[in-house]
């Protein structure tokens, strides 16, 4: 079955969000599942130490800044440098949820 589409901004007619759970992914509940996200140690991840450029280590990262509590994904035609400023409904929710930070 194909998810449906919707277009979330008139003036950007391309953005489109694409998926059938509200919206959103959701955390993984199993194994199987499927259209999620799951929660993993960010020690997993490789980053670049200070001297990279001269000695090519790379350091386990510590811990994350941030928990994924939702995600939710566009996709658009052209190149979006702000996207909390040109989406309407992202840019409303944000400011009536000022309480909370975010990573976009």
Known sequence: RRPETKTVHKAIEDVVWNHENNDSFHLQKSEDDTNCYKRVNASHFKLRGRNYLKDNQKY?????????????????????????????????????????????
Not at 60 to 83: D, G, I, P, Q
């Open 60 to 104: 386990s990262s510590a811990s994350a800044a941030y928990e994924l509590v939702c995600c939710k994904v566009f996709k658009t035609r052209h190149k979006m440098n702000n996207a909390a400023k040109e989406i309407e409904s992202l840019r409303s929710f944000l400011a009536d949820h000022t309480d909370n930070d975010y990573f976009i």
